[in-house]
């Protein structure tokens, strides 16, 4: 088997923090750059929901719906997020987010003929309980994906949420046993604001998936993530 046909079997989990939704351009510049990894190497991407998420969610709770329903809020719009993702990237996807880890890697597994491109797959929301970190780390376990990228807002995994904390200390390495205790300290209602949910965390620490957490500020930061270079959190 020559490289490029190794490369192209390489499964690779990308999840997008809500922040590249908020605007056409933003979302124009990833959807580049996941068609130019859509060449090499299969592509599930799980889009996050973002400040319109929190938002609606805060609304909810104001009037009086409990944190379930609040979360399925958050996955509606995780689902609106994915939609404006397949606009942009056009006939390099499957024209609909999936709703369902089966179902993902059933479309996925249709794609068996040589030199046939695989379609870029986009989920957003799952079920309740949990937040988009989890959904792909749950995928990436089940599709066996070589890596999980988790790109976010911040440049990776900190001691403390260094938006509110500027001493917090950054960790370029991490062991998945360190991500599940610093995760565990973490409230997962509807719409918090963290790095890695707790779920995420413990899924991560069972399946030894390579997780690298990276800073979504410039989405080239993901070609360099793929191909080994990043200035982000490496999940041990
Ligand atoms: P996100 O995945 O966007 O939360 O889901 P996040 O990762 O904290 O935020 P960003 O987008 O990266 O900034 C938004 C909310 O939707 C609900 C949760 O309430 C979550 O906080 N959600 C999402 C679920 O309940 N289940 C899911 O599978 C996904």
Do not use: Q, W
């Not at 922040?19 to 959807?31: C, G, R």
């Not at 988790?150 to 046993?177: E, H």
């Not at 991560?204 to 979504?216: A, Q, Y």
């Amino acid at each position: 088997m020559n490289k490029l046909s190794v490369r192209k079997i390489m499964k690779v989990v990308i999840s997008l923090g809500g922040f590249f939704f908020a605007n056409a351009e933003s979302i124009k510049k990833v959807a580049e750059v996941l068609k130019e990894l859509a060449r090499s190497y299969n592509l599930y991407i799980v889009t996050g929901g973002g400040e319109t998420a929190r938002e609606c969610i805060k609304i909810a709770r104001d009037l009086g719906a409990n944190e379930t329903t609040c979360d399925y809020i958050g996955i509606d719009l995780t689902r609106v997020n994915a939609k404006l993702l397949i606009s942009a990237l056009k006939d390099a996807v499957y024209p609909e987010p999936f709703c369902d880890y089966k179902e993902v890697a059933e479309a996925k597994a249709e794609v068996k003929g040589e030199g046939e491109e695989a379609k870029i797959a986009v989920i957003g929301g799952v079920s309740p309980g949990y937040t988009t970190d989890a959904v792909a780390a749950i995928l990436a376990e089940y599709v066996d994906a070589n890596l999980f990228i988790d790109v976010t807002s911040v440049d990776g995994v900190y001691d403390a949420d260094p938006r509110i904390y500027p001493d917090a200390r950054k960790y370029d390495k991490l062991t998945a046993k360190e991500l599940v205790v610093l995760t565990s300290r973490e409230e997962l209602k509807a719409g918090s604001r963290i790095v890695i949910d707790p779920v995420a965390a413990k899924i991560i620490e069972r399946s030894g998936i390579k997780t690298i957490v990276i800073d979504g500020s410039d989405p080239r930061n993901i070609l360099d993530a793929v191909h080994g270079k990043h200035r982000g959190t490496e999940i041990l």
